[in-house]
């Protein structure tokens, strides 16, 4: 009888380490930043990099969010605590960072789970309040003001080696937000 419930813990341990290490290793690909383009890319070749980066693997915005679905970082569970039920109650601007969970990627250097890579994007700065180009998880970018912009598709700026979108501000002046998009 011993034996048995010796055998039967060692068999539960295994199980619950192997589902523990699936989940720390599953890949997440974090943030981009300019300081992630190494030294030996030729500046012809930074904006093709960073939008490999960017979109893990896809060419566009749009394409990007053909093939990814979107979620919160935390769990809402967690977040609400254990009677939380209805996820569509929830306030979603709350989050600081999505997590976009991404199929069909053409990335070879990426390591995937299954055939999933997953993306965090940061929306807001632990330390401002920035303002919000596009609700949380959202697939189209307003103003300030509420309306779409025009543009729709995040441009490349060499000076700074970011993606971001043009926009105007409330003042009327020309601006180029490149975090938390």
């Known amino acids: 009888m011993g034996l048995l419930v010796l055998a039967s813990c060692l068999g539960g341990g295994f199980i619950a380490f192997g589902s523990f290490a699936k989940v720390v290793t599953t890949p997440v690909q974090g943030a981009s930043s300019p300081s992630q383009i190494p030294s030996t890319v030729d500046a012809c070749a930074k904006e093709e990099f960073m939008r490999s980066t960017e979109y893990v693997g896809f060419d566009s915005w749009g394409s990007f969010t053909q093939h990814c679905c979107c979620m919160p970082r935390t769990s809402l569970g967690n977040a609400t605590g254990d009677n939380f039920t209805d996820p569509s109650s929830l ?65 490349w700026n060499a000076d700074l080696q970011k993606f971001g979108l043009p926009y105007t501000t409330v003042n009327g002046t020309d601006a180029f937000f490149t975090d938390y998009w």
């Open 91 to 155: 306030d979603l601007s709350e989050y600081a960072t999505e997590l976009w969970a991404c199929t069909g990627t053409n990335r070879t250097s990426l390591m995937t789970t299954e055939g999933i890579t997953y993306k965090e994007r940061p929306r807001r700065s632990v330390e401002m309040a920035a303002p919000m180009l596009r609700e949380f998880c959202g697939l189209t970018f307003v103003g300030l003001d509420g309306v779409p912009l025009d543009v729709q598709e995040p441009q």
